[in-house]
């Protein structure tokens, strides 16, 4: 049982590049979520679905995108890096039906623009 | 902004101490929950306490909650090097789908 997968771990861009941070998982969660964390801001909620076709911002949203065609992926899309968006980047899911579920998180994407 | 704030931002204790961690919110809550995260991982889901719950126990975890005072603490007994982390709390706020967490205390559990 995988959990949750992300990939790539590490990546460096250049201002102006775009890419797409990859998640998936296999415990068939309605709910997934991408975070951003950076040091003394703990974790910031980028977007969110609860559920395929459901697609949410959180409190940082600007310059991502995201999509849900499938219950067990949730791309984050970065259309042009800036340095700003230098990051650790982590996808979480969990049973969206029961809000006392606990996130599962992925071990991150860890993110340098230059 | 930051819906948790924990307290301290950094513990140094030995081991075998015990380490208690506090965290505070701003708004009406469905639950608090503690995750851990190890350098370099992801975070590990501790121990989940709902608004109607007042003192929870896991193993060497105890979680207490005051919704009158919106804070919560954290009580790791007897440490061990390998609880050496990072503890976030995170707020299910009344209402929404989602998670707000804290900045986290860094714990150092010397051997």
């Known amino acids: 049982n995988a959990g949750v997968t992300q990939t790539p771990k590490f990546q460096v861009l250049k201002t102006g590049q775009s890419m797409t941070l990859q998640c998936a998982q296999d415990m068939n969660h309605e709910y997934m979520s991408w975070y951003r964390q950076d040091p003394g801001m703990g974790l910031r909620l980028i977007h969110y679905s609860v559920g395929a076709g459901i697609t949410d911002q959180g409190e940082v949203p600007n310059g991502y995108n995201v999509s849900r065609s499938t219950t067990e992926d949730f791309p984050l899309r970065l259309l042009s890096a800036a340095p700003s968006q230098t990051s650790v980047y982590f996808c979480?899911?969990?049973?969206?039906?029961?809000?006392?579920?606990?996130?599962?998180f992925g071990n991150g994407t860890r993110l340098t623009v230059t | 902004s930051q819906q948790g704030e924990e307290d301290p931002q950094a513990l140094s204790i030995q081991e075998g101490e015990n380490a208690t961690m506090n965290c505070s919110y701003k708004t009406s809550i469905n639950n608090l929950q503690w995750y851990r995260q190890n350098s370099g991982r992801g975070l590990v889901h501790l121990i989940l306490?709902?608004?109607?719950?007042r003192e929870k126990h896991s193993g060497r975890l105890r979680v207490t909650l005051d919704t009158s005072k919106k804070s919560s603490s954290l009580l790791i007994t007897a440490s061990r090097a390998a609880d050496t982390a990072s503890y976030f709390c995170a707020t299910a706020l009344t209402g929404a789908n989602n998670l707000f967490f804290g900045t986290g205390t860094r714990l150092t559990v010397i051997p």
């Open positions: 306490i709902r608004s109607n719950e």
């Open positions: 979480a899911s969990s049973n969206a039906g029961n809000r006392n579920s606990p996130l599962h």
